[in-house]
């Protein structure tokens, strides 16, 4: 009974190693994709959507490290709030190409479609085995309280107010800018 016990376990831990290769490799190697895309797309809009895909992998990459709170900014904040800053500002200054209509690439709507159906199946597939728990087979981690969303607003908002009421307000300046350049007042004059 205990070899069969000890076999298990060891079973288990060569295939948490496995996993844990796994839940690095492929958002590590989707950092590396749409790091290729910021570089080489010729098209503004899709080098955005390659950085938006460079901060979610990183994301995904930071909540296997347990660093959820790290996680959920970069995702609200840099692939949510930055990244539509930039769509915005892109559009608004015509940086744009026109719309094609046609496919560039055979067959992308079916791969995109086979893509969008193996996640949705992963997806799936984490949050039944996982009982609907938000836990993601990853351990709590109980030797450390640094990083925690009390700690963190507790510090933000009492120590360093004052640095982080001046870069909202440079944000802020920033759209500003970012419009007023965008719209020509000159009358009578069209782009």
Known sequence: ME???????????????VLDIVLFAVPASLVILGALIVIFAKNPVHNSMGLVLTL?????IYITLNATFVAMVQILVYAGAVMTLFLFVIMMIGVDKPEQTREEIKGQTLLVSGTLFILIGIISYVVIN???KWDLWFPPV??????TPNIIAGTLFTEWVLPFEVISLLLIVATAAALALAYDTKPGKKK
């Open 56 to 60: 979610a992998s990183l994301a995904v």
């Open 130 to 132: 996982s009982g609907f």
């Open 3 to 17: 070899y069969v016990i000890q076999k298990k376990a060891k079973q288990w831990k060569k295939s948490k190693k």
């Open 142 to 147: 109980d030797y450390s309280l640094e990083g």
